[in-house]
């Protein structure tokens, strides 16, 4: 069964530090994986997208990394601020059409303290 | 930086109203989308269309209908609610940029609640 499981499910930490979120992932074939991030209230906002060729991608303080033997991803947030405060999806795509169906996570619900 | 919109923001409304959520688009974007989204959970396709006159159904059941009768336009509508559809409603768009690089935009929600 295709699957994608995130942990850990929440995380606080203080403004200034580092964290990293995980996600393991089932989808096959695999096509890309995606981190999204979504405020409370609002849609999702990508941040990457990473294919089975890239490791690392880096979008600002985000940087995503992929490793698609043991099919795992953790995006990792640097110095983080108070704005980063939100809920961060895991989405993974398979290659069964043009588009490629979309597995989403549940999401890790980070919270940052000043 | 996202040109997809999504009215109303919020939704209140009583047991065996018909309602109808819009989601436009300005992006020339071909494929649109409508999830659903509970608190803490993942998001469900319950409709999808690849282009004018184009609607699929999704992975999730939905009591819900659609339709795209221009590209820019694919609203969802509730022929008769219920408590059961209590739930934020995500429109999203893509673009034609090969198969494996394709980014999703998403609306801001709409949050309904069925009374």
């Known amino acids: 069964k295709n699957q994608v499981e995130q942990s850990p499910q929440s995380l606080i930490i203080l403004e200034g530090k580092n964290c990293t979120l995980q996600?393991?992932?089932?989808?096959?074939?695999?096509?890309?994986l995606r981190w999204y991030k979504q405020d409370t209230g609002r849609g999702p906002v990508s941040l990457t997208i990473?294919?089975?060729?890239?490791n690392t991608k880096s979008n600002g303080r985000y940087t995503a990394t992929l490793d698609a033997d043991t099919k795992q991803s953790s995006l990792h947030i640097t110095a983080s601020q108070l704005s980063d405060s939100a809920s961060y999806i895991c989405?993974?795509?398979?290659?069964?059409?043009?588009?490629?169906?979309?597995?989403f996570g549940r999401g890790t619900q980070l919270t940052v303290w000043p | 930086e996202a040109d997809i919109y999504q009215t109303p923001r919020y939704l209140v409304i009583g047991t065996g109203k018909k309602i109808t959520l819009e989601c436009s688009q300005t992006?020339?974007?071909?494929?649109m989308y409508w999830y659903q989204q509970d608190p803490g959970m993942e998001l469900h396709l319950i409709h999808y269309?690849?282009?004018?006159?184009?609607?699929e159904k999704g992975d999730l059941s939905s009591e819900s209908t659609v339709s795209r009768i221009r590209t820019e336009h694919f609203p969802l509508t509730l022929e008769s609610a219920r408590p059961s559809h209590t739930s934020q409603y995500l429109c999203?768009?893509?673009?034609?940029?090969?198969?494996?690089?394709?980014?999703?935009?998403f609306g801001s929600g709409t949050q309904l609640s069925v009374l």
């Open positions: 992006m020339g974007h071909d494929k």
């Open positions: 999203a768009s893509s673009g034609i940029r090969g198969p494996t690089n394709e980014k999703l935009f």
């Open positions: 990473m294919t089975f060729s890239e």
């Open positions: 269309s690849y282009g004018v006159n184009s609607t």
């Open positions: 989405v993974v795509s398979d290659r069964g059409s043009t588009l490629g169906r979309l597995y």
């Open positions: 996600c393991n992932y089932t989808v096959s074939p695999f096509s890309n």
